[in-house]
């Protein structure tokens, strides 16, 4: 079993819809947390950090359940842009990073 | 630079060659990754620098493998009698690395593509 699971879709959703990507984490020692976007071929890019409170940044939210071990990503209103794979990050002491394998989101005219 | 680099954006090797991966980080970041990313999943850990000490290098998946950091700030990633299954893209990153680490997001390079024939 991986440190970090995502679903790994494709999720297909037309323009200005609603989706939800959920992350599983293994190792409870784990302090801080990140989703990163992939485009294809790209490096991968700070989309934002998640915080124990939930938190929002435009149309996206995050949210953190550290009982459960789990975090979330919610897209409001989806854009064409918003294509690409969505990366679940998992940091322990001393910054290592844990990746999981992304979910990607095909957002469709 | 205003972000981090890499060099060279593709590398074709024969199997048996050796290969040498560059990696410029944002200046000031202490911190410094590599990372692996094989086709459809995301970056595997490989190693990390704090300055020039290597403080993990647990994900370096052999002995053929090898990194460097020697002035704390350009790193280099070496890999040695190459094999197929060493293709794949290699990602550094680097973070601010000061305090509680952790907290701090990683700034990833466009990677370098190696291909092993």
């Known amino acids: 079993r991986k440190e970090v699971e995502q679903d790994p879709g494709p999720f297909n959703v037309p323009e200005g819809a609603t989706v939800a990507f959920n992350c599983t984490y293994s190792n409870s020692a784990s302090q801080s947390f990140f989703w990163y976007r992939q485009d294809c071929r790209k490096e991968p890019k700070l989309l934002m950090s998640v915080y124990s409170s939930g938190n929002e940044d435009g149309r996206f939210t995050a949210q953190l359940n550290r009982a459960s071990q789990y975090i979330s990503l919610l897209i409001r209103d989806s854009k064409l842009s918003d294509s690409a794979t969505y990366l679940c990050?998992?940091?322990?002491?001393?910054?290592?990073?844990?990746f999981g394998d992304g979910t990607t989101l095909t957002v469709k005219p | 630079g205003a972000g981090v680099s890499q060099s060279p954006r593709y590398k074709v090797a024969k199997r048996g060659q050796d290969v040498a991966l560059r990696c410029d980080p944002i200046?000031?970041?202490?911190?410094l990754f590599w990372y692996q990313q094989a086709l459809g999943q995301g970056p595997e850990f490989l190693t990390y620098?704090?300055?020039?000490?290597?403080?993990?290098k647990s994900g370096l998946p052999s002995d053929r493998f090898f990194a460097e950091r020697p002035e704390g700030s350009v790193s280099t990633l070496k890999i040695q009698r190459t094999q197929q299954e060493d293709s794949a893209v290699y990602l550094c990153?680097?973070?601010?690395?000061?305090?509680?680490?952790?907290?701090?997001?990683?700034?990833f390079g466009d990677g370098t593509r190696l291909s092993i024939l």
């Open positions: 990153a680097s973070s601010l690395g000061w305090g509680d680490s952790s907290n701090q997001p990683q700034h």
């Open positions: 200046s000031g970041h202490v911190s």
């Open positions: 990050v998992v940091n322990t002491n001393a910054g290592k990073s844990t």
């Open positions: 620098f704090q300055n020039e000490a290597q403080l993990d």
